[in-house]
């Protein structure tokens, strides 16, 4: 689907924009992520667990016109069906909301410049009556958001506000060069100019001050870019920690460790081998938040455990007494 060579956008980032550096996580735009990930499941192998989970529930459905827009190249999906969120942590029905209200002018303008005019007979007569399009996709969109992606919500939001804090400690401790530094293989910066790889057409010319980051699942392992206005200049880019998301503590933890603490005490501790908050253990094993807090009160206070405040949330992860007891016990 992106077999041509790539083109490189380059921002020169000047005093104004680096004071309006902000970051946000979105719903919508990890749903139409999703909905591509599922899609094309070749392209994304670290997904294939949830790929696989999710199949009885959205095979069925007839997805058009969503397919024909979704599943552009990268550098074509129209910006209207998953512009940069506004807020930081938007609901997924605000978002569809804003994407039911996009002016005709926009919708008609994106969708020559994604297709660089050369629009299949469908889209020409759904262009026709925008209004009509946009209630149709944002239908289908929170279809496959309550099918697909709803369920995985809480691990998924979990994952993506501590993405968001870790990168806004990079750039409050180091500046850009900390803040791009391994963001991503198609990202760079140099000497105030960010470099992005990318299909993503822009003219050179006009676009916003500052710069909106949006960590996201779905996109791995590619990186989007907006620069159009009305839009604000956004990079959607992988989180870390995608390889482990859907891992099967149950079948990866040792027997002996089983034996000793019990199943459910062992998935929970074999899963707080990197930092993780409550509800990512509860939502990763299939616990209630009750059952995983339980649990991991009882290993904190066994002492195998540290706990660590970052803002509101709160991190579990062994400490040096647990990983020594887990080495131990895999071998």
């Known amino acids: 689907m992106d077999a041509a060579p790539l083109r490189k956008v380059t921002l020169r980032l000047d005093p104004a924009d680096r004071a309006y550096v902000r970051f946000a996580f979105s719903p919508l735009w990890e749903c139409v992520a999703a909905f591509r990930a ?4 070749g392209r994304h192998a670290l997904l294939l667990p949830w790929i696989t989970r999710i199949k ?27 512009p940069p969120p506004t807020t930081p942590l938007p609901e997924i029905n605000d978002e569809l909301a804003c994407l039911r209200n996009v002016s005709a002018d926009v919708v008609r303008a994106e969708m020559e410049i994604a297709r660089r005019g050369d629009l299949p007979r469908d889209l020409q007569t759904a262009l026709k009556q925008p209004a009509s399009l946009l209630k149709r996709l944002a239908s289908l969109l929170e279809e496959f958001w309550e099918r697909a992606v709803a369920p995985e919500w809480g691990l998924l939001r979990a994952r993506l506000e501590g993405e968001v804090l870790f990168r806004a400690r990079a750039l409050a401790m180091g500046g850009l060069d900390e803040l791009f530094n391994g963001m991503h293989s198609d990202i760079s910066y140099h000497g105030g100019l960010l470099t992005i790889r990318t299909d993503s057409y822009w003219d050179g010319k006009r676009r916003r001050r500052g710069l909106l980051l949006v960590p996201s699942i779905f996109s ?10 009305p839009w604000q200049p956004c990079i959607v880019f992988t989180s870390r920690g ?35 908050t409550t509800i990512e253990v509860a939502t990763a094993l299939r616990l209630s938040p009750a059952a995983a807090s339980e649990q991991m009160t009882k290993l904190w206070r066994a002492g195998v455990l540290e706990r660590t405040r970052i803002g509101q949330r709160v991190f579990y992860s062994l400490n040096d007494k647990g990983k020594l007891v887990l080495s131990a016990l895999r071998h």
Do not use: C, N, Y
Not at 38 to 41: I, M, N, R, V, Y
Not at 56 to 82: C, K
Not at 220 to 229: A, G, H, K, N, Q
Not at 245 to 267: C, E, F, N, V
């Open 38 to 41: 599922w899609t094309d499941p």
């Open 56 to 82: 009885p529930a959205v095979s069925r459905m007839d997805w058009e016109p969503l397919t024909m827009l979704a599943m552009a190249p990268r550098g074509a999906i129209p910006d209207f069906l998953a």
């Open 220 to 229: 791995s392992p590619d990186v989007f870019l907006t620069v159009r206005p």
């Open 242 to 276: 995608i390889a482990d998301l859907w891992s099967d503590s149950a079948q990866t933890s040792p027997d002996s460790l089983r034996m000793l603490l019990g199943a459910s005490r062992a998935k929970v501790m074999f899963r707080l081998s990197k930092p993780q």
